[in-house]
């Protein structure tokens, strides 16, 4: 060191820049407070694992495994057929996702492409309108709308609840989710691609359909992804229009069940919940696959979703 | 990749050779596009159709206030929702109390104190996952917790203070998501002019972040809050009532309760020719409280948009 | 030395420094941001910290005031001291040292409150003083050492966004001072100001430095040249095989010295312009 140590000043020393003590004691209290509401939502997801599985299990001791493959599921009368639900929320699921999809996909590439920024400020919150209509509204409409007047006319002798009216009012309610993403997406492609496009003599079509739209083919797949995870939860319209029949399906015009519509008739019937049953416990059987399901998926979609940011 | 890739650009210049200049795609094209969006408001406008005429009826043969202020009956002439409007916007209330401080708490670890490690990234990834956790598996979990489970005595079993907890957990990775997202919005000079003076990092996040945020968070919990209330799934297992019942009263957390959309759940299924009235008027008196909510969480979204 | 020289001239040698560092360098996660940084920081003085962009003067200043702490990935090597206490000593308090050392930034940051608000905020925080005739007086006194109490004397109670840019600033710099720091750290503080508001701002440094120790990171060499005491050189070096850039603290010297008579040749291709 060329520059000699200087003796430390008499004014200065550790203890006085350790701060105020009653100003560090709040850091630290509100630190803890904080760091513990954050690790609620870790108590929260292990509650509902620890949950699900010790009921689950405890359904499946009291039935013989031979029993899930039954052809109807009416736990009430012993009968656990557990493809019947399942097939139906396949279903329902497909259907739903056929037109969530291609509808919500063609209104995203609109308002991101095509419309006027006016345009979007005023249909935006109308597709938001759609998304905040409560779910079981949906399946009044399903019900009284689109089963006698949509279904019932296309396909004269379907039953007047059937998968295929749930199929098509889960679309419905998944289009906001769907046009959403895939809006987020379509926006995150950097506006020189498109210039790029252009200054080769692209028309509008030709940059969209073969510039913007395979350039946010990460973010379009997370978005049906998830319109997918959010159709397999979606418990209300199934509920309602589905059926609630406990056969297995074997088309889309057969009435009836799903995953969620039978964990909810379970819970129904009566007005007081029951406890330990094995009926009632069944429902958190079906629980445990759905959120398997719905966890899977989102995980995938979380995947696709992160591709999207790393490349942008 | 390429920016532009091979094969586009040939079959341009190709196009361009041939003097084919065909618009007819284009216009082929966008009109799909403009379909699609079409049926989403034709849908959107067929269902407010379909939900709103009888119910109207039933308003105005009985009175708006006769059929807000009466409980449920067996006589469809009688039955009103009064039960279930008080146990909606009670259980609202509740969610907004739990779920606003909880989820803004978390927000403001992860945004402001969270270093990166194991524990921030778990909880990270479990809000993002718990946020696609199907309303109903919540029903379930409500019901093990708090319903007939080690928080049931506290909760007095099937009652509303059992229903607002399970929503306020269903709710709260939105309330968190949509408050870290305000959170990041604040700029990073704000807060470098509170540390710069010596601030502590609760002080900067007390008296400047969360001022600053404030708008956001509201407008994400008011979203929340509108999805919560129309929210049926969860219900059947919170044991809400759908026959007559005594009680279910203003702020009667421990009693038997009722909501509105398990009515709408319940009369839906009836006989239509008595009950269809009654069930789209139960739909509008949601409707009105579910779309008031949104579009003053909208509203509020977009005054703070503009303010940034 | 024997302890405790007790006259403040500014002569180098009689008064120990404000700071002192020993081969501090700073470190990015596993990015070496500057490194070698020797150097002392005397009392009532203006230190100019120059060097072309990226070559860590700024990172070196926000160690100064452990401003550094809040980028996560920052981490620190050598030593650094502030009147002979290790400022990264695991008993110093970060939020303790920013009120004795103060910082103005790069952009005006004022915050979204009134002017008076914006003034009150700091001391209020350090429970100097709560409201009322206590508050009044901090508050008029620092915005008189920043020189802008004539200028906002009848608003104080209106938005500081109302202010120019120049005024904004000079509202930060007496946002520092009231919560009565020793030194003043300034970011590149005209960087986003015209050439009549740097000017007082330039001033109103010279009108301080008899009650402050200033440091400021600048890209502008005259203003070095014009406003400073002592002077820093630093550039990046180029890893050959990382190719990574990392700062490096060049030269250290008086102003005077380092501009007309440069010891480096790095620091004499700088400041005549040849590179940078």
Redesign the interface.
């Known amino acids: 060191m060329t520059v000699p140590q200087p003796p430390t000043p008499p004014g200065l020393r550790v203890e006085d820049l350790a701060g105020n003590a009653a100003r560090n004691r709040t850091e630290m209290v509100v630190r803890y407070a904080l760091t513990g509401a954050a690790g609620m939502s870790v108590l929260i997801s292990t509650a509902i694992i620890v949950v699900l599985l010790r009921d689950a299990v405890g359904f499946i001791t009291t039935i013989r495994l031979g029993d899930l493959g039954d052809s109807i599921w009416n736990p009430r009368l012993g009968r656990f057929g557990v493809m019947s639900p399942i097939l139906g929320t396949l279903w329902v699921t497909l259907v739903a996702v056929l037109v969530a999809g291609p509808i919500g996909l063609g209104a995203a590439v609109y308002l991101s492409e095509y419309a006027s920024p006016r345009l979007r400020r005023i249909v935006k919150p109308v597709v938001e309108v759609l998304a905040s209509i409560p779910s079981v509204v949906v399946g009044y409409f399903a019900i009284r709308f689109l089963a006698p007047e949509v279904v019932q006319r296309l396909f004269s002798g379907a039953p007047a609840k059937n998968l295929l009216v749930a199929g098509i009012a889960v679309g419905l309610l998944t289009i906001p989710l769907m046009t959403s993403v895939a809006e987020d997406a379509l926006r995150a492609v950097p506006s020189s691609l498109r210039e790029a496009s252009y200054g080769l003599g692209a028309k509008k079509v030709t940059t969209v359909v073969r510039v913007v739209i395979p350039a946010a083919v990460s973010g379009l797949v997370a978005g049906l992804i998830l319109s997918i995870s959010r159709a397999i939860g979606e418990t209300m319209v199934v509920f309602l229009a589905a059926g609630g029949v406990p056969t297995r399906p074997t088309s889309p015009l057969d009435g009836g069940t799903t995953i969620t519509a039978a964990m909810a008739a379970v819970a129904t019937g009566t007005d007081n919940v029951a406890g330990a049953s094995n009926t009632f416990q069944s429902a958190f059987f079906l629980g445990l696959i759905l959120f398997a399901l719905t966890l899977s998926l989102n995980l995938v979609a979380d995947r696709f979703v992160r591709r999207v940011r790393q490349k942008y | 990749m390429a920016l532009v890739d091979s094969d586009l650009t040939r079959d341009l210049v190709r196009a361009r050779i041939q003097g084919r200049q065909s618009d007819a795609a284009g216009a082929a094209f966008k009109g799909i596009l403009v379909a699609c969006l079409v049926t989403v408001l034709a849908a959107l406008v067929a269902l407010l159709i379909s939900v709103a005429p009888a119910g109207l009826d039933v308003f105005s043969t009985r009175g708006l206030s006769d059929f807000l202020l009466r409980p449920f009956s067996v006589r469809p002439d009688k039955a009103g929702v009064y039960q279930g409007t008080v146990g909606t916007v009670t259980s609202a209330v509740l969610v907004a109390v739990i779920a606003f401080p909880m989820g803004v708490a978390a927000a403001v670890y992860l945004e402001e104190y969270a270093s990166d490690n194991w524990f921030t990234r778990l909880v990270n990834l479990v809000i993002r996952n718990l946020a696609g956790v199907p309303a109903i598996v919540y029903g379930l979990l409500g019901f093990a917790l708090f319903v007939n489970g080690p928080f049931s005595s506290l909760t007095g079993g099937t009652t509303l203070l059992s229903t607002g907890l399970t929503l306020a957990i269903l709710v709260l990775p939105i309330v968190v998501i949509t408050s870290a997202e305000a959170i990041r919005a604040v700029p990073a000079s704000l807060r470098e002019g509170g540390y710069g003076v010596g601030a502590t990092r609760w002080e900067v996040t007390r008296t400047l972040v969360l001022p600053n945020a404030m708008g956001g968070m509201l407008t994400g919990t008011i979203l929340a809050l509108a999805r919560a209330l129309g929210e049926a799934a969860p219900l059947f297992f919170m044991g809400a009532k759908t026959s007559i019942f005594s009680g279910g009263d203003w702020f009667d957390l421990r009693g038997d309760f009722t909501a509105l959309p398990m009515i709408i759940s319940d009369w839906s299924t009836r006989p239509a020719t008595k009950w269809n009235g009654n069930t789209q008027a139960a739909i509008l008196v949601t409707l009105v409280l579910v779309l008031g909510i949104n579009t003053v969480g909208i509203v509020l979204r977009n005054h703070f948009d503009k303010k940034r | 030395?024997?302890?405790?020289a007790s006259t403040t001239t500014a002569e180098p040698g009689p008064v120990?420094?404000v700071y002192?560092t020993?081969d501090l360098a700073v470190f990015y996660g596993s990015f070496k941001a500057v490194r070698d940084v020797?150097l002392?920081i005397r009392q009532n003085e203006i230190t100019a910290f120059i060097g072309p962009s990226g070559c860590g003067k700024s990172t070196v200043l926000r160690c100064f005031?452990r401003?550094n702490d809040?980028i996560?990935s920052a981490r620190v090597e050598g030593r650094l001291t502030?009147?002979?206490?290790?400022?990264y000593?695991r008993?110093?308090?970060p939020?303790?040292?920013?009120?004795?050392i103060?910082?103005?930034?790069q952009?005006p940051?004022?915050?979204?409150k009134s002017i008076y608000e914006n003034i009150a905020?700091?001391p209020r925080?350090?429970?100097l003083a709560r409201k009322g005739p206590e508050m009044d007086e901090i508050v008029e006194n620092s915005l008189r050492a920043a020189a802008l109490w004539d200028e906002v004397k009848d608003r104080l109670k209106a938005s500081a966004f109302g202010l120019s840019g120049g005024q904004q600033q000079r509202l930060?710099i007496a946002?520092?001072l009231?919560?009565g720091p020793e030194v003043l750290l300034m970011d590149e503080p005209c960087s986003a100001l015209d050439p009549i508001a740097t000017g007082r701002i330039e001033d109103l440094m010279q009108q301080i430095k008899q009650d402050y120790t200033i440091i400021i990171v600048t890209h502008n060499m005259q203003q070095a040249a014009r406003v400073s005491d002592h002077c820093a050189f630093f550039t990046t070096e180029v890893s050959e095989e990382s190719d990574t850039r990392t700062g490096v603290l060049v030269e250290f010297d008086a102003t005077q010295q380092m501009f007309s008579n440069p010891s480096d040749e790095r620091t004499e291709n700088y400041v005549t312009g040849r590179f940078g």
């Open positions: 030395m024997s302890g405790g120990p420094p002192r020993e020797n002392e005031n401003m809040l996560e502030y009147h002979g206490v290790d400022l000593d008993a110093v308090n939020v303790e040292v920013r009120r004795r103060g910082m103005v930034f952009k940051n004022p915050f979204p905020y700091g925080l350090a429970g930060c946002r520092a009231a919560v």
